[in-house]
């Protein structure tokens, strides 16, 4: 499909693929209004949020990060725990007050809250000032919807339709890290999780599109992507492609760096292990979330793999790439999990020995089958585990830090660092948080840095050259 160089909108109106020249057709309405956005949840919404940043400077419109003076307030939302969506709502409360004695002053929720029918519900009976919801799949929309209400006044809603999403352009936060959308939706249903609910089916991009991205965002200067989807190992499935080919073609176009999110350990081929090992640009580094280290609560979870075939996966991981990090995701408190399956977990932690982890207390999504799971674990419990779950995982991150003191690693240098304004900070290939003295011209380079201290979530380093 060939796309024209200006910002495009989908014409929905038309049955064929239509692109309206926004600056041509909108800017008349938004110039000079103001803006402001905030984003919640995972990588795809901090993605997204670079899509219609794009769509509303195309516009016209202004960023402001002072929410007082806006016109335009979009919350890029997140479902994925009960306390994301608490703070969305606790947002949307200030949001009401501001509203109150202005007319030029529109809500639009965007995100995965907005593909959830208890939400919408919710809103249009209690949040009557919100503007506009826009769902996942439907920020193609955004354009027309936005001119669309600034005309009329009730509750616009836009959600649920599935689209594949190409040449779609963006407002990317960084010159030296791309996230490069690979695929959409997740067919995984694991019984917590909102995520097929509000993303929808499997939609896997073109594998010519994508390489093309990546050979463009390498000709603009950028120096690493991150290739995204909800688990990018089924990249492929319905167009006939596999992960490790794109792998291997977004590895030849010589870009630097090449990192991926996120992985299930479910078909996770030993191509693609191949692949990893094989080109020095694809960064040794697998994010692959296990949720549990027990059988029976994997099988509820609907996880698809056993605590025997994740280790196994892990053991062959290690032993064919040279120096992979390894981090996970671990739920705690699924519902009715014993003391002895909460153990299962420590004890594969204790053998993963894990460079990472994010853990969390399992939280209740309506509509997902875990919802209708008894539960009889008291929530001191699960917070106790969390507690002495977190405690094994740092002892372990510390570990694999410790491993580098005194090293000489590559480090992606990306700016100046936000807690001591002296330094500045990067990522290894491992991404491992570094803090390094150096002089500002290395930012946006990899460079070699020494490192003389470890801690558990960072290490501190001297740049010592090219
Ligand atoms: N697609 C990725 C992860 C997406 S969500 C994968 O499957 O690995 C990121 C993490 O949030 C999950 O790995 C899981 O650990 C956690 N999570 C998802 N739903 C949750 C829920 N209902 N309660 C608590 N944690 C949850
Ligand atoms: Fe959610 Fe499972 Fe899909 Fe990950 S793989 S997004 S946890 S359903
Ligand atoms: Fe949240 Fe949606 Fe990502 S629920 S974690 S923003 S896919």
């Known amino acids: 499909m060939h796309l024209p160089d200006f910002n495009v909108a989908k014409d929905r109106t038309k049955k064929e693929n239509i692109y309206i020249d926004l600056k041509e057709n909108y800017s008349n309405i ?204 089924a990249y492929g499935k319905d167009i006939g492609e596999t992960f490790s080919h794109l792998l291997e073609c977004v590895a030849k176009t010589g870009i630097d760096r090449i990192r991926f999110v996120t992985s299930h350990p479910w078909n996770f081929t030993d191509e693609m292990i191949n692949i ?18 027990n059988n029976e609560i994997l099988r509820r979870m609907n996880r698809r793999y056993t605590r025997e075939e994740y280790l196994e996966l892990f053991k062959k991981m290690k032993e064919k ?40 207390i399992y939280s209740e999504r309506e509509g997902t089958p875990a919802a209708k799971m008894e539960d009889s674990i008291p929530m001191a419990e699960k917070e106790e585990r969390l507690q002495r779950l977190n405690e094994l995982v740092n002892f372990y991150a510390n570990k694999s830090n410790q491993k580098l003191l005194n090293k000489v690693v590559d480090v992606l240098i990306l700016g100046k660092s936000e807690k001591d304004s002296t330094k500045l900070y990067g990522y290894t290939d491992t991404m491992k948080l570094v803090n390094v003295q150096g002089p500002e011209e290395i930012i946006g380079n990899i460079v070699s840095v020494k490192i003389n201290e470890a801690k558990s979530f960072s290490l501190d380093g001297e740049y010592i050259g090219n």
């Open 30 to 233: 938004f110039a000079g209004k103001k803006y402001f956005l905030r984003t919640y949840g995972c990588q795809m919404n901090v993605h997204d949020s670079e899509a219609i940043r794009n769509y509303l400077e195309t516009l016209g419109f202004i960023n402001t990060e002072n929410i007082e003076e806006a016109n335009l307030v979009v919350l890029n939302t997140c479902a994925i725990r009960e306390n994301a969506k608490d703070k969305v709502f606790g947002f949307l409360g200030k949001c009401k007050y501001l509203k109150k004695n202005r007319d030029d002053f529109k809500i639009v929720l965007a995100g995965c809250m907005s593909e959830q029918p208890d939400v919408i519900e919710e809103i249009q009976k209690k949040h009557k000032y919100v503007d506009i919801i826009i769902g996942t799949h439907n920020l193609f929309d955004l354009p027309k919807l936005l001119s669309e209400h600034f005309k009329k006044q009730e509750i616009e809603v836009y959600s649920n339709s599935d689209e594949i999403i190409e040449g779609m352009n963006y407002s990317r936060d960084s010159k030296i890290t791309a996230w490069v959308n690979i695929m959409y939706g997740c067919d995984k249903f694991c019984t917590y999780c909102i995520v097929p609910y509000t993303r929808g089916r499997e939609r896997s991009r073109k594998l010519e599109s994508i390489v093309k991205e990546v050979s463009d965002l390498k000709e603009r200067g950028y120096k690493e992507v991150t290739l995204l989807g909800q688990n990018v190992n």
């Open 276 to 293: 990893i090992a094989k080109y020095k640009n694809i960064m040794p580094y697998i994010h692959l979330p296990i949720q549990s280290g």
């Open 321 to 360: 790439i040279p120096g992979v990090a390894i981090t996970t995701d671990i739920i705690v408190g699924f519902p009715n999990e014993s003391e002895e399956a909460f153990l299962d977990t420590l004890d594969i932690v204790k053998k993963c020995e894990f460079d990472g982890a994010y853990t969390f």
